[in-house]
């Protein structure tokens, strides 16, 4: 009973900006790292950026250094990502990602997605 609920995807032109936002939910003990995943189609996901939960250490594919910037608010659990100078190349389902301890079960940490939002990079 997690749910990670992706926001703010849309069309935009080359050059512009979006951000995504993610909400995490339900029966959370704790969160430590979150992150962004993304898939074009006839690829396989991969990894946009990364945030610990301590000291919010980032970590960020080198496709995106220096364009998208990720961040999070540990007291809303939530995490999102400034995406600015975006390329056709980074049209894709954005997924949000978090490892999770339950409070229903709190001797695993597991895995959660969020459902994907879209981002459409065309003139």
């Known amino acids: 009973q997690v749910q990670l609920v992706e926001s703010g995807g849309g069309l935009v032109q080359p050059g512009g900006s979006l951000r995504l936002s993610c909400a995490a939910s339900?029966?959370?003990?704790?969160?430590?790292?979150m992150g962004w995943y993304r898939q074009a189609p006839g690829k396989q996901r991969e990894l946009v950026a990364t945030?610990?939960?301590?000291?919010?250490?980032?970590n960020y594919a080198d496709s995106v250094k220096g364009r998208f910037t990720i961040s999070r608010n540990n007291a809303q659990n939530t995490v999102s990502l400034q995406m600015n100078s975006l390329q056709p190349e980074d049209m894709a389902v954005y997924y949000c990602?978090?490892?999770?301890?339950?409070?229903?079960?709190?001797?695993?940490?597991?895995?959660?997605w969020g459902q994907g939002t879209q981002v459409t990079v065309s003139s």
């Open positions: 945030i610990t939960k301590i000291g919010s250490i980032t």
């Open positions: 339900g029966s959370i003990f704790s969160i430590n790292t």
């Open positions: 990602n978090a490892r999770v301890l339950s409070t229903q079960d709190r001797s695993v940490w597991r895995i959660y």
